[in-house]
């Protein structure tokens, strides 16, 4: 494997602090990713299973405008994690159609970005050569790789431990560096496969406000899978919900709450409790059918 970056012997520091205070430089249209509008039309995934097809989703229909922040929740085996792979390009074999921007996907791309809850990352490399990964088989120079790894570094907090190695940060900044590393491609569609699921309530709290601020200032399309309602409510500028056997969604709720949210708020939790209904089909409680169209959404900037 090609290694972007020079290795240094591991040093014996300490862990890292786990600070979220993240100064994000001012937005600018160089700085901006692009972000996609995404199409997904009557996709259908099949399995097989002991020599038979088994359905893991049924004629999902779904538009994210470019720079909207989607979550999607839903019971185990509903097939969330399964659309998100079909959206990176890790899976080709389905029925239907997927496009970003009008062009239908052919595998994996630079495009897209996928972080999953498992962070990959490679304990003899630093956090600079980590991040660097990303950027195997983009083409670019060796000057232009370092300047790309080492915004993400400053984007993410986490420039003062470029030379660190994995096993010395704590699991949070370990987990930003999983985030860095799919944002040095500058995604035009990030993708997050519940990145924050095995954190305690408060460091995936200030995670949660990390990561939205980051996606604010990148301007890009997001698609989150979670388990958490909370979060999806906090992050999300609508919320899929799917239900499994065969996976499909069942409903969509938009969260027309402005930034920053109180979790307190009686309207973040009429929201919560509505999408509650919908998982569990309470009685009273109607989905919003799931062909509801995508809203345009323009991408906030952030003041310096």
């Keep these: 494997m090609t290694i972007p970056f020079r290795q240094t012997r591991s040093p014996n520091s300490n862990r890292g602090s786990e600070t979220l205070d993240v100064a994000v430089p001012?937005?600018?249209?160089?700085?901006m990713s692009r972000p996609g509008r995404?199409?997904?039309?009557?996709?259908?995934?099949?399995?097989l299973v002991a020599g038979r097809p088994v359905p893991a989703l049924a004629d999902i229909?779904?538009?994210?405008?470019?720079?909207?922040?989607?979550?999607?929740?839903?019971?185990?085996?509903?097939?969330?994690?399964t659309l998100l792979r079909l959206l990176a390009g890790l899976e080709p074999d389905y029925d239907g159609e997927i496009r970003i921007a009008g062009s239908r996907i052919a595998g994996v791309s630079f495009d897209r970005a996928i972080v999953f809850q498992e962070r990959h990352l490679i304990p003899s490399l630093t956090v600079e050569a980590n991040v660097g990964l990303g950027l195997l088989g983009s083409g670019l120079s060796v000057a232009a790789k370092r300047r790309a790894v080492h915004d993400r570094l400053e984007?993410?907090?986490?420039?003062?431990f470029a030379q660190a190695y994995p096993g010395q940060l704590s699991a949070g900044m370990a987990q930003r560096i999983a985030l860095a590393r799919a944002l040095v491609t500058r995604p035009r569609?990030?993708?997050?496969d519940e990145p924050l699921g095995?954190?305690?309530?408060l460091t995936r709290a200030r995670l949660q406000d990390e990561l939205r601020r980051i996606v604010r200032h990148e301007g890009m399309t997001t698609v989150l899978v979670t388990h958490d309602v909370d979060e999806?409510?906090?992050?999300?500028?609508?919320?899929?919900?799917?239900?499994?056997?065969?996976g499909r969604i069942v409903g969509i709720v938009p969260v027309p709450l402005a930034y920053p949210r109180n979790?307190?708020?009686?309207?973040?939790?009429?929201?919560r409790d509505r999408v509650l209904g919908v998982l569990g089909a309470e009685e009273g409680v109607a989905p919003i059918p799931a062909a509801t169209p995508a809203v345009s959404l323009v991408p906030q900037r952030i003041a310096s």
């Design 26 to 31: 001012a937005t600018n249209e160089q700085n």
């Design 38 to 47: 995404l199409d997904i039309c009557h996709v259908s995934k099949r399995y």
């Design 61 to 81: 229909n779904l538009s994210v405008a470019p720079g909207e922040f989607t979550s999607i929740v839903g019971a185990s085996g509903c097939g969330k994690s």
């Design 155 to 160: 984007l993410l907090g986490l420039g003062g």
């Design 189 to 192: 569609i990030l993708l997050l």
């Design 198 to 201: 095995v954190f305690d309530v």
């Design 232 to 246: 999806a409510v906090y992050l999300g500028n609508r919320i899929v919900v799917m239900r499994p056997h065969p």
């Design 263 to 271: 979790r307190s708020d009686p309207a973040f939790i009429r929201i």
